[in-house]
């Protein structure tokens, strides 16, 4: 079974600090999708990452995908209120391109006070 | 449409009823999802069309749970006999091809009381 597990599952921090979300798996995956999902809505695609070791940055978004494809990290830097939400990576099935049939990890919850 | 749509967004049913749940999804996407987020959870995957047939519903938990797209457009989940245990928001993705980008909707959320 794939399995993709998060941490931290809750993360409450001020505003201007760093942080950094985990997803990890002992399985081996194609590709790895990062979400943010807001309360009441769907998940809203933030990148994909396909190539071990692979580095993308989106403004003060950080995203790497471990040299195997078994894991990957999000990194905030000076985070904002605006950045609260529910971030999610998932990732597409062993052997398969399909990038919308996933396997989601169980979401990082963050909040960013003002 | 501009998005995936999902109606309604809200349900509330009594156990032991059945209820359907749409998903309009962004015209010409021919590749469809279903998934079910719990509370507290990420998504998980239920069933994917593409155009009109079933291409994978190895996600679906038992045979309560059914999905048609007919006419390869508009989908709907059905579900039989729910249980308190269905309760959950659940989100219907499209895209184009089944390699490139899966938007999805924003859920219906339903409750089995």
């Known amino acids: 079974t794939q399995l993709l597990e998060q941490s931290p599952q809750f993360l409450s921090i001020q505003e201007g600090e760093n942080l950094t979300v985990y997803c990890n798996s002992s399985?081996?995956?194609?590709?790895l999708q990062w979400y943010r999902q807001e309360p009441g809505e769907g998940p809203v695609l933030l990148v994909t990452?396909?190539?071990?070791?692979e580095v993308k940055k989106l403004k003060r978004l950080t995203f790497q995908f471990g040299d195997a494809r078994k894991d990957s990290s999000l990194h905030i830097t000076a985070a904002q209120p605006g950045d609260t939400g529910l971030y999610l990576c998932?990732?597409?099935?062993?052997?398969?391109?399909?990038?919308?049939?996933?396997?989601f990890g169980q979401g990082t919850t963050l909040q960013v006070k003002p | 449409g501009a998005g995936v749509s999902q109606t309604p967004s809200n349900k509330v049913t009594e156990k032991g009823k059945y209820v359907e749940l749409r998903c309009d999804p962004i015209?010409?996407?021919?590749?469809l999802y279903w998934y079910r987020q719990s509370l507290g959870q990420g998504p998980e995957f239920l069933i994917y069309?593409?155009?009109?047939?079933?291409?994978?519903d190895s996600g679906l938990p038992n045979d309560r749970f059914f999905a048609v797209r007919p006419e390869g457009s508009v989908s709907t989940l059905k579900i039989q006999r729910t249980e308190r245990g269905d309760s959950a928001v659940y989100l219907c993705?499209?895209?184009?091809?089944?390699?490139?980008?899966?938007?999805f909707g924003q859920g219906t959320r339903l409750t089995v009381v």
């Open positions: 069309f593409q155009g009109t047939g079933a291409a994978d």
């Open positions: 993705a499209s895209s184009s091809q089944t390699n490139t980008e899966a938007f």
């Open positions: 015209s010409g996407h021919t590749a």
């Open positions: 990452v396909v190539t071990g070791g």
């Open positions: 998932a990732g597409a099935w062993v052997g398969s391109s399909n990038t919308g049939k996933l396997i």
């Open positions: 399985s081996v995956f194609s590709s």
